[in-house]
């Protein structure tokens, strides 16, 4: 197996060496560029951390299967984290990201180096492990333990079935929260970003709405990263690039998986557009159905999705029938009177404008 090598600095030395059986150090990521963040490794998941970079080229060979690994066990508590290093220009892993599109669909964090040095990640993690080349991934189980450092080609799924099956160690009681969580709304700067993004995709700017909302993610705290990740969404929607749309949502999906409206705004997102193809539809049903059947706030906006995905698909009783009860579920709350107008308009044979259907968070 071919090995790129790499240059590490004098810390190499003056680091003790990690090994199978260490606690995971910290991770110091510089930014993230796709997925959820990460800050702690918590004691229900089992976490890939690979170690990869734009120019290497075993690592691009390794990304696919590191993918399918993403994909197989994501439901089951598997993290994977890309972990961008070594990097000349780290404006370079963005692009390159968003070029891979749905065939590196897992998390990708650029290196911290605000202290100067070759990257925080690098030094703590590689150098310490005296790992000389990269791609190199680390496993870390769920008491938060190394159990394997060496090429993400050899790790096997019987392997990671074994650690997914291991025991929670994650505390009973709620963690505190983080600062910056508590915040209500997006920044004013995230809010204006958000704004030009979305004006950028209505234009079809394509390069304007991927820089805007690539600057966008940069500005918001961990609470609303839901915000870019649907507006990335819906360019890949406007692109057409229906393939790339599937793979973001189900992303999404994992990312958000305990929060039933980014959920609902996934799936009224894939919706949207009258001439929506099939796959995008039965993605839509498959995330808007279960919210539709439980108690909760969020409950009207899916049953107008399913609503929606009915009328699209030629169904005007079906979607009738899923927004009469949208309303009955709204009676009383701020979006009332916009979901009698969505009844109204199917009982009339028209399809409302997507922004109906979008409510802002």
């Known amino acids: 197996m071919l090995v790129a090598l790499v240059a590490v600095t004098a810390a190499h030395s003056c680091l003790a060496a990690l090994k199978v059986g260490d606690a995971a150090p910290?991770?110091?990521?510089?930014?993230?560029?796709?997925?959820?963040?990460?800050?702690?490794?918590?004691?229900?998941?089992?976490?890939?951390?690979e170690?990869?970079?734009?120019?290497?080229?075993?690592?691009?060979?390794?990304?696919?299967?590191?993918?399918?690994?993403?994909?197989?066990?994501?439901?089951?508590?598997?993290?994977?984290?890309?972990?961008?290093?070594?990097?000349?220009?780290?404006?370079?892993?963005a692009p390159f990201v968003q070029a891979m599109a749905g065939k590196m669909t897992y998390r990708v964090a650029t290196d911290d180096k605000s202290d100067g040095s070759c990257g925080r990640m690098a030094q703590n993690w590689l150098a310490a492990?005296?790992?000389?080349?990269?791609?190199?991934?680390?496993?870390?189980?769920?008491k938060g333990r190394i159990v394997s450092i060496g090429h993400p080609m050899a790790i096997k799924e019987a392997e990671l079935e074994t650690l997914l099956a291991e025991p929670s160690t994650a505390p009973s009681t709620p963690a505190p929260a983080r600062p910056?969580?508590?915040?209500?709304?997006?920044?004013?700067?995230?809010?204006?970003?958000?704004?030009?993004?979305?004006?950028?995709?209505?234009?079809?700017?394509?390069?304007?709405?991927?820089?805007s909302v690539a600057e966008l993610q940069d500005a918001l705290t961990e609470k609303f990263r839901d915000i870019g990740g649907l507006l990335n969404l819906d360019l890949l929607l406007a692109r057409k690039q229906s393939g790339d749309a599937l793979q973001l949502a189900k992303l999404l999906c994992e990312d958000f998986k305990g929060n039933p409206a980014v959920l609902s705004a996934?799936?009224?997102?894939?919706a949207q557009q009258p001439g929506t193809a099939a796959p995008l539809l039965a993605a839509a049903e498959k995330i808007a159905t279960p919210i539709s059947a439980a108690t909760g706030a969020v409950q009207a906006g899916a049953l107008a999705t399913l609503a929606r995905i009915a009328f699209l698909r030629g169904d005007q009783p079906a979607a009738v029938k899923f927004q009469t009860k949208a309303v009955e579920c709204a009676a009383g709350k701020p979006d009332a009177a916009c979901q009698q107008e969505l009844l109204e308009s199917y009982q009339q044979g028209h399809l409302p404008p997507s922004e109906q259907t979008d409510k802002p968070r």
């Open 26 to 49: 910290k991770l110091q990521v510089g930014r993230w560029l796709q997925g959820e963040a990460v800050t702690d490794f918590e004691g229900d998941k089992v976490y890939i951390v």
């Open 51 to 93: 170690f990869w970079a734009t120019w290497c080229g075993p690592c691009k060979a390794s990304i696919p299967h590191v993918n399918d690994l993403h994909e197989r066990f994501a439901d089951k508590g598997l993290v994977v984290i890309g972990q961008d290093v070594f990097e000349k220009d780290d404006s370079l892993a």
């Open 129 to 142: 492990a005296e790992q000389n080349g990269i791609p190199c991934a680390f496993i870390i189980n769920k």
């Open 180 to 211: 910056g969580i508590t915040a209500t709304a997006p920044s004013p700067k995230a809010q204006a970003l958000a704004a030009r993004a979305a004006a950028e995709i209505r234009a079809a700017e394509w390069d304007k709405a991927e820089a």
């Open 266 to 270: 996934v799936a009224a997102h894939l």
